[in-house]
């Protein structure tokens, strides 16, 4: 369970997130969804200690997350960040076994975790000694969510995962992910700027506008009771776009 | 870390200063063919004596031999007594070699009794342009602000130079510029310049029948040559200089001069001294070409793989110090790229007075060092800030170590650019190494300042074309490194 207390960031005088008190349910996924720039992205690196609150605090599994819990809080952590967060110079599996090997992992252990990962994930195991250059969009993501996972997180991270990718992929993968999500019993938090995403995979949707959360609650409730015009305008403007 | 690096950089000093060890007298010349000449001759007395010696040939004006005498990495060298008075004592009156011997003895050094001939600074035209202005003496030129000067560096500077001479004669020339001696000759042939400064005994005055203006006023001081030693030279070693003196007259010092700048051979001068005064010269054979080559080559690739080894184990810190955004960063790229702009000629002159350095090859292997950095240091400073935001950021969720992070991920990934600087370096490097002879460091700047000297084309090349040779060497050595050392994940085009 992940709580902010009144938790806000400004860089300078911008504001990129005003105080809100959140709730991420555990084992169950929360999507946060918003335009570019609603603060959606700035949660989900307050959340991994990337960057510190401004104002309040964050609390993870009931203890104040500070830069002194942050390294045990993070090997229970994965992330996925937007494309191109594997290391170039490595290859598909030096990437996944990377922080297993840091920590002294036995190499059996490390082999049997990766190659049953790559199963979920489906990324094909053929594939693992390519570099990231000689791999698809959609082949990189389920690398990268493979690396993720490596470590059995409690919270998975995940920033657009699907952004950039051609239609098929991303529908193949939207399916994929449901299915894992649904068997892992992990904490999800996920940012994504997409409905269908939103509306498939989330257990608790949250709406952020400029920095502000606009509504919260199941994805079915955005439609039946939105709680104010913008949240109509989003859902309108994105299945016109389906539509035309 | 930074107590080991300190440990490596003195030990590679020493170990650097001891492979450099060798001859028991180590004499040094100025950078004109008489100074090496003398040099020559008593280099061969010296060897007759008994004594191994070295002659670092050319290693630069007064104030850099002097320095290398009274630190000990010459034994001797010649010198003028007019020099010792104006230069060195920087005291005009000291009348006669005994006083002047009595003075130079606080500083541990002694001076022989005078070889013989006055070489002392004249003003020179072209016979032509001489005449066709009506020009004698010194004193004509005030009647032509108008001609163009060239004059070498030192005597602009010296107290009995250009400078005081313009006063004493109430000169107001226009158009006075620095130039090398030898290509002022050049300059003054092609009609470039109309007057340069000379030595009364330069070879060239009489091959190209030059007219020597003459010093109506009685400006210039007595040259006297003499040589200067250290009082802790070994006696039979002093003992074989003396036999220099009253030897050499100025018939017979144009003579010398004129035999090495025509045969390009300083031995060959050295064979015609000992025949003239009935004795013979010590022959150690004519050194080859290819022997010289392979001598000169060796060194020069000393000199820059020491330097370069410095730069790489120093450098690559520094920048990834000066990655990180800070007044450290600001500090360290600032000086390094300071030192860039020194130019090289000086940096040698500002290293030769610091303790441990002085004259030699310690002294080259710092400034090539120094000069080497920049492009190390601003290329890995670079190519890590250069790293994108979501790599560092993965880097980071990912939790590892700073160590790993740095050597795993950073490192690598700033390779490319890391090797880039680090072969910029090298090539600014070979060729910055050239000038490493004028301070009697050798490599293949050995022949490019002798040819310079003797305006000589064939012995320049013999030291430009291996120089150019190995900077092209070393751009192919580069792209095959470039294949082990980058990461071939950051080699592949996308497919």
Known sequence: ?244 | MKARLIVVLIGTLLVGRASFGGPSIVLGSKKFTESFVLSELAKQNLEGAGFDVEHRQGMGGTIILWEALQQGSIAAYPEYTGTIREEILKRPMAASIGELRKQLAEYGVGVTEELGFNNTYALVMTRARANQLGIQKISDLAKHPELRLGMTHEFLGRHDGWGPLEKRYGLHMSDVRGLDHTLGYLALLNGEIDVKDAYTTDAKIGQNDLIVLADDLKFFPQYRAVFLFRLDTPYRAIQALRRLEGTLDEARMVHLNEIAERTKDYSAAADWYFEQIGQVGNFNGHESLQHRLIRWTVRHLILVSLSMALAIVIGIPLGIYASKEGLASEIILTLTGLIQTVPSLALLALLVPIPFLGIGPVTAVVALFLYGLLPIVRNTATGLRDISPQIRDAASVLALKPRTRLLKIFLPLASPAILAGIKTSTIITIGSATLAALIGAGGLGEPIISGLNLNDGTTILEGAIPAALMAIAAQGLFSILDRFLIPRGLRLRPT
Request: glycine share 6%; with cysteine.
């Open chain 1, 1 to 244: 369970m992940i709580l902010f207390h009144q938790a806000g960031k400004n860089f300078g005088n911008a504001i990129a997130l005003r105080p809100a008190d959140l709730k991420f349910p555990a084992n169950k996924t929360t999507v946060l969804i918003g335009l570019s720039g609603s603060g959606k992205s700035t949660i989900l690196r307050l959340i991994s200690g990337l960057i510190w609150p401004t104002t309040g605090w964050i609390e993870i599994n009931g203890k104040k997350f500070t830069p002194d819990t942050l390294p045990e809080i993070r090997h229970r952590m994965g992330y996925v960040i937007q494309s191109g967060d594997l290391f170039p110079h490595l290859t598909a599996r030096q990437n996944i076994i990377l922080v297993a090997q840091e920590l002294q992992l036995g190499i059996d252990q490390i082999t049997a975790q990766m190659e049953q990962l790559c199963v979920l994930t489906r990324f094909p195991s053929h594939l693992l000694d390519r570099y990231p250059v000689e791999l698809s969009g959609g082949e990189q993501r389920r690398a990268s969510l493979t690396r993720a996972l490596m470590l059995k997180p409690e919270i998975l991270l995940l920033d657009e995962p699907l952004a950039a990718l051609d239609p098929m992929v991303r529908a193949g993968l939207l399916l994929d992910f449901k299915a894992l999500f649904e068997r892992m019993n992990t904490t999800v938090i996920m940012v994504t700027h997409n409905l269908v995403e939103a509306a498939r995979l989330g257990d608790w949707v949250v709406l952020l506008q400029a920095g502000r959360i606009v509504q919260q609650g199941p994805f079915a409730d955005f439609s039946s009771c939105p709680t104010e015009t913008f949240v109509t305008e989003f859902f309108r403007a994105q299945l016109e776009e389906v539509l035309l």
